[in-house]
Nanobody, 121 residues
Framework: QVQVKESGGGSVQAGGSLTLSCEVS???????TGWFRQGPGKERESVAR???????LEDVPVRGRFFISKDNEKDVVYLRMTKLKPEDTAMYYC????????????????WGPGTQVTVSS
């Protein structure tokens, strides 16, 4: 059974940093792992992902401030968030899938419960 679990959220002042962790278990084949976020009154959006081939990519709105990495041995994906802005305030979700690219909410099957990130000005 696939399980996805996030940790590391919290409250920080603008300009600060946080690192989120995502533990994935239960896959018996290669899979992608993605970070998504949903701010107040907004739709859930993709933030960054590790592809099934191990490729790393941060989406344009956070590129240069957020950095995704993976510990392959532990199957843990990290999202290092720097220079945080109030508009980064959101529930951050980790998700994984064995057939999609972890770029689309509707096509990604396995989700964690989320971890809240709050950035104050």
């Amino acid at each position: 059974q696939v399980q996805v679990k996030e940790s590391g959220g919290g409250s920080v002042q603008a300009g600060g940093s946080l690192t989120l962790s995502c533990e994935v278990s239960g896959f018996d084949r290669s899979h992608c792992t993605g970070w998504f976020r949903q701010g107040p009154g907004k739709e859930r959006e993709s933030v960054a992902r590790v592809g099934r081939d191990g490729s790393l990519l941060e989406d344009v709105p956070v590129r240069g401030r957020f950095f995704i990495s993976k510990d392959n041995e532990k199957d843990v994906v990290y999202l290092r968030m720097t220079k945080l802005k109030p508009e980064d305030t959101a529930m951050y979700y980790c998700a994984a899938d064995a057939t999609s690219a972890c770029t689309s909410v509707g096509l990604t099957d396995y989700w964690g419960p989320g971890t809240q990130v709050t950035v104050s000005s």
